[in-house]
């Protein structure tokens, strides 16, 4: 059974650092492009961030470039999110994501994806 699993949200104080998991159940997330999208309250869902599987290219949304790191770890099929210099307008539930098809390139559109994680919610407050 294919599962992505989040962890390591919270509260944190603007500027802060919050590492997020996403961790693949039932397939070698090496062999796929793993996404982070992230929700808001009365927003619609936005790409954050993807790795590739071929050569673990990644790539950012504008407004998190220089501020978060996404990797991968092969020997626990975990990919990562590290985030830094936390805002505010960072505040949502994040998601992880990945297609049914094995080796294809990163997409910010969210129908490209076909299985998701439960969440796990970001809030950045003072």
């Known amino acids: 059974q294919v599962q992505l699993v989040e962890s390591g949200g919270g509260l944190v104080q603007p500027g802060g650092s919050l590492r997020l998991s996403c961790a693949a159940v039932?397939?070698?997330?090496?062999?796929?492009?793993v996404a982070w999208f992230r929700q808001a309250p009365g927003q619609e869902r936005e790409g954050v961030s993807c790795i590739s599987p071929s050569d673990g290219s990644t790539q950012y949304a504008d407004s998190v470039k220089g501020r978060f790191t996404i990797s991968r770890d092969s020997a626990t099929n975990t990919v990562y999110l590290q985030m830094n210099s936390l805002k505010p307008d960072d505040t949502a539930v994040y998601y992880c994501?990945?297609?049914?098809?094995?080796?294809?390139?990163?997409?910010?559109?969210?129908?490209?994806?076909?299985?998701w994680g439960q969440g796990t919610q970001v809030t950045v407050s003072s």
């Open positions: 994501a990945a297609p049914v098809t094995a080796w294809g390139d990163c997409s910010s559109d969210e129908y490209f994806y076909d299985y």
């Open positions: 039932g397939f070698t997330s090496d062999y796929y492009a």
